[in-house]
């Protein structure tokens, strides 16, 4: 089993750049594929990004593609989510989420283990 905690979340410009971490404890970090999905007041809870365990292999929702990058450290223990060019429709709780399962391009949406989300808010 895995625990995720986010961090780095907060209230950026349109236009800004934020990069969230998400640091996991527990053993097996590199076994496990990593993703972040955010949620908006109002809507249904989103994919943004995933990674395979190693690195390998990364998908994007289309909605942050060319903005947003996913990357992980194994040797912290940490997966990141670089956001560049925010819009206020980026405005959300996001989430880090994990599973042990490797990724496909047909089945990356399904994860098992989660955090308790930071929030980014974007103004204009």
């Known amino acids: 089993q895995v625990q995720l905690v986010e961090s780095g979340g907060g209230l950026v410009q349109a236009g800004g750049s934020l990069r969230l971490s998400c640091a996991a404890s527990g053993r097996g970090f590199s076994n496990y594929a990593m993703a972040w999905f955010r949620q908006a007041p109002g809507k249904e809870r989103e994919f943004v990004a995933a990674i395979s365990s190693f690195g390998s292999r990364s998908y994007n929702a289309d909605s942050v593609k060319g903005r947003f990058t996913i990357s992980r450290d194994n040797t912290k223990n940490t997966v990141y989510l670089q956001m560049n060019s925010l819009k206020l429709e980026d405005t959300a709780v996001y989430y880090c989420?994990?599973?042990?399962?490797?990724?496909?391009?047909?089945?990356?949406?399904?994860?098992?283990?989660w955090g308790q989300g930071t929030q980014v808010t974007v103004s204009s």
């Open positions: 989420e994990a599973r042990s399962r490797p990724l496909s391009p047909s089945d990356y949406l399904a994860y098992d283990y």
